[in-house]
C-alpha cells in the first residue's frame, strides 16, 4: 500500500507493517492505522505515522530507555482488545514525546500517563490511561546538550 504523508512523501507500507487501534488515539478516535517509522539510524525516536490522515503523525520513545523501572498496569479489558494472552514477549509499550519551546526554554517531555501498548504479533494496538499512576503526561526526558561534561575535552 502507498501512501502519502506530509513529513516522508510518498512511502511504500507493506500490509504486515500496519498497525491497527480500534479504539483511535486518545482524541483521535477516527485514527485508525498506523504504521511505525525509525526517525534517524541510532534515533530512539519513532513516528508513528496515520495512514489516514497525511499529516498527522506522533513521536514516539520506548519508556525504559529513560525510566527502567516504568511500570505498567495491563487491565483485562486491555488484554482482551490487544488479543494478549499476557505472556512478556508480544508487547511493546511507546509513549508519546511533547516538544515545546516556551519563553526561549526548549522542553521534551514524555506522556507516561497514558502509553501505546502494541502486539506485535497480531499489529494491535491501544492506548491506555493509568489512572492510579505517580507518573506524569510531562514526564521531562534527559537531553544532551553540547555543554555536557562527558563532551568537554
Known amino acids: 500500500m502507498q501512501i ?59 519508556p525504559f530507555l529513560f525510566e527502567p523501572t516504568y511500570q505498567i498496569q495491563i487491565t483485562d479489558e486491555d488484554r482482551r482488545d490487544l488479543e494478549w494472552n499476557g505472556a512478556e514477549e508480544g508487547i511493546q509499550a511507546l509513549v508519546v514525546v511533547n516538544f515545546s519551546n516556551k519563553d526561549q526554554v526548549f522542553k521534551v517531555t514524555a506522556n507516561l500517563l497514558a502509553p501505546i501498548l502494541i502486539n506485535t504479533k497480531k499489529r494491535l494496538a491501544k492506548q491506555v490511561i493509568l489512572y492510579e499512576s505517580q507518573y506524569s503526561y510531562r514526564y521531562p526526558l534527559p537531553l544532551k546538550t553540547q555543554t555536557d561534561s562527558s563532551d568537554m575535552k
Open 4 to 62: 502519502l504523508t506530509s513529513r516522508f512523501g510518498l512511502i511504500e507500507v507493506p500490509e504486515e507493517e500496519i498497525i491497527y487501534m480500534p479504539h483511535g488515539m486518545i482524541g483521535f478516535i477516527e485514527e485508525k492505522k498506523f504504521v511505525l517509522r525509525r526517525h534517524a539510524e541510532n534515533s530512539p525516536f519513532l513516528w508513528f505515522q496515520s495512514l489516514r490522515t497525511e499529516t498527522l503523525a506522533f513521536v514516539l520513545i520506548d
